[in-house]
């Protein structure tokens, strides 16, 4: 009984060893309803610091130089030459332990990058452990109608990318999934 204890014991630790890396993107829309002003949304959007304050797990911010090397990152390239990259360093509670208080919590800082664009605003950040982010948020017609005088649908799109390694991804994605949920509760509220 306890050698498979300890067999499965080394298994696991090798296994959290390997550092295999996933990806996972997803998209998710969400209609803006009739209450809420898509330009608003769009402008909210674009509040680089109200958008991050929205982030209910962002504990702090501060604005730092952007890095020239930051505009060759494929991900934060424009159409046309657009608005700069601003580059915000973020500091963040990660619980370890759920259930435990200061002991099972760590306090992580990593950099974040922003880019508005004409639709909505694209981040990345990379952050401790390996965890790459990055997202596309949009606001755009649900379709495209022939006369523009028509009444309008519209939709908030969320684009996101994530890499991490393997055993970190269902965190990391169930995580990154509930707060876009709840800045795109927040942005339609104050929208409304």
Known sequence: ????RLLTGLLVASLLSIPWRVSNT???TTEIPASANPDTIRQLLQNQPLFIKLNPVVTGMSLAPTAPTRYKDEWLQTAEAGPPIQTYILSQVITMVP?????GQKHIQFETWLRDTPTGVKT???????????SHWAVEPTALLPDPKDPQDWRITVQRRISCVWWMMPFVAYTYDEVHASVIR???ELAS
């Open 124 to 134: 990345r950040a990379d952050a401790p452990f390996g965890v790459s982010v990055a």
């Open 26 to 28: 997803r998209t998710v």
């Open 1 to 4: 009984m306890m050698q498979s």
């Open 99 to 103: 259930g435990t208080s200061g002991w």
């Open 186 to 188: 927040d942005f339609i």
